[in-house]
């Protein structure tokens, strides 16, 4: 018997139990209602879909033999969708079905129980399961703070507007167009977003400074990537945004900063970034000079690639990106006139 004094009070959550036997509905709602949980109970598959949708519940229980979409089916399809994957789901099969547990595993299960389900492992696992929910939750809200921050830096420099959203969108194009894999995709997507979050900590003078900056105020510019690299470390799920943020103004000729990196010593998702991020500076306008055009902003990269600053091939299969994205747009790439000099073609 387990001692109820001895345990941590378990975190109030709520749960979502489907399965079409109704005394195991009514069992598992008395249970976890004592727990404190809130409980929905549904009768099969696609009511457990409509109540995920409508509910949002922190963990979800579903009963791999259900009529119609069964349990693995539901735990696929809830695991697939970026807005249900971080959701806990415990699969409720027999004691033996171990092929159904093989496909459960596939479908991205958190965890198992057997039937008949001992009503101190139903507590037990579902108050585990509630409390990663909950810190994936807080996890989720300090990255959502970040990229909110990121936004008001951008913000604050009126010239700037859109910048985040256009790098977070080329980066990934690019990335994708070089063959990475999904997890470098969703960094260089974030890390278009965040790749400035340490501009928090340059004053508005230099920030906002409507020309050249001086050596002095140059070098309070180049303190960002390290700011913002401090700022997310503590955060486990921006580690791989990191050398983004950190490495987004290196060069491959030594010639960037913080660090002055050389050659494949600059992380390859933070050299991507930094030719987004120049395109982008170019093609933008500013308080003391137009927009340039994409044809201006091409000879400027290239000169840069000349310089070594940049690989060839990257800024070469940037260009190709742009200029598929604007094929499909029916939109062109050409140089407009003087008087056109604030279009900036996107990806
Ligand atoms: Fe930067």
Redesign the pocket.
């Known amino acids: 018997m387990i001692d109820s004094a001895s345990r941590t009070p378990p975190r109030r959550s709520r749960v979502l139990v489907a399965d079409d036997t109704e005394s195991i509905r009514v069992l598992f709602e008395k249970l976890l209602t004592n727990e404190g949980h809130q409980v929905i109970s549904v009768e099969d598959g696609i009511a457990a879909l409509d109540a995920v949708r409508l509910h949002r519940p922190d963990v979800i229980l579903l009963d791999v033999g259900m009529p119609g979409i069964d349990g693995i089916e539901v735990c696929r399809q809830l695991k697939s969708d970026p807005i249900t994957r971080l959701t806990p789901v415990v699969l409720v099969t027999g004691l033996s079905d171990l092929s159904d547990r093989i496909k459960g595993i596939e479908a991205g299960a958190d965890d198992f129980l057997s039937k008949p389900v001992h009503p101190h492992e139903l507590r037990a696992r579902v108050a585990s399961l509630s409390r990663m929910k909950h810190l994936t939750d807080a996890l989720d809200s300090a990255e959502t703070a970040f990229m909110a921050l990121a936004l008001t830096i951008e913000a604050r420099d009126s010239t700037t507007n859109g910048h985040c959203e256009r790098l977070a969108s080329h980066a990934s194009v690019l990335g994708r167009a070089l063959g990475l894999p999904a997890e470098d995709l969703d960094a260089l997507h974030r890390g278009g977003y965040l790749?400035?979050v340490?501009?928090v900590g340059v004053p508005d003078s230099v920030l906002l400074k409507p020309g050249p900056l001086t050596p002095v105020e140059f070098d309070l510019m180049k303190r960002?990537?390290d700011i913002?690299d401090m700022l997310c470390a503590p955060l486990q799920s921006l580690q791989n945004v990191r050398p983004i943020i950190r490495c987004?103004?290196e060069r491959l000729n030594g010639s960037g900063y913080p660090q002055a990196l050389k050659g494949d010593a600059v992380p390859l998702l933070a050299q991507i970034v930094g030719i987004v991020?120049v395109y982008d500076a170019l093609t933008s306008k500013r308080p003391y000079r137009d927009a340039l055009s994409h044809d201006e902003a091409a000879r400027n990269l290239r000169d840069e690639v000349w310089q070594g600053k940049f690989a060839k091939a990257h800024v070469e299969a940037f260009f190709d990106t742009l200029k598929r994205a604007a094929t499909l747009q029916g939109a062109t790439l050409k140089t407009p006139s003087p008087s056109e000099k604030t279009g900036i073609p996107t990806a």
């Open positions: 790749h400035d340490g501009k960002h990537p913002g987004h103004h991020d």
